[in-house]
């Protein structure tokens, strides 16, 4: 096992669909054609999906102690992990959204989410009940299927 246990996963996931929500809702704002724009709200949808599916998984486990002693910390360090060092992070958000003036720019943004997020939740499978990994396969496949949605819209409107 890492340093996360199954819940602690769960967690930092939904941090992530959560912070992919908010992008999406963003670009729905920002983009000026209706077909992305309906895309993107639909795909804010999906997120929050994901994040109450990520939700129930971790309301069928048991919580475990984290590794520190330090409760406290241990709960801020995987709130700044999330926000840090994953898909959609503050600082990657703030900056990346800075440059997103247009739809391309949101798409290419979207793209590259989507798939840095197959990759973690890919990665997750190993640190959770083999009961729930078929779950994490179905998030994974929606995020492939958000993959290819977000390409056919570049390819048709950029």
Known sequence: MGVFDASDVYRIAMRIEENGVNFYRFAA???KEEEAKKQFEWLAG???KHKASFSDMLSKIESHDPPEGYPEEYAAYLHDYADNNLIF??????AEMAKITDTASAIDFAIRRELDSIVYYH???EFINKTQQGAIDGIINEERR???ILSKLKKDLC
């Open 123 to 125: 990665e997750i499978k």
């Open 146 to 148: 958000h993959f290819q």
């Open 89 to 94: 992070t503050k600082e990657v958000m703030d």
């Open 46 to 48: 999906e997120e929050e």
């Open 29 to 31: 704002q920002l983009v």
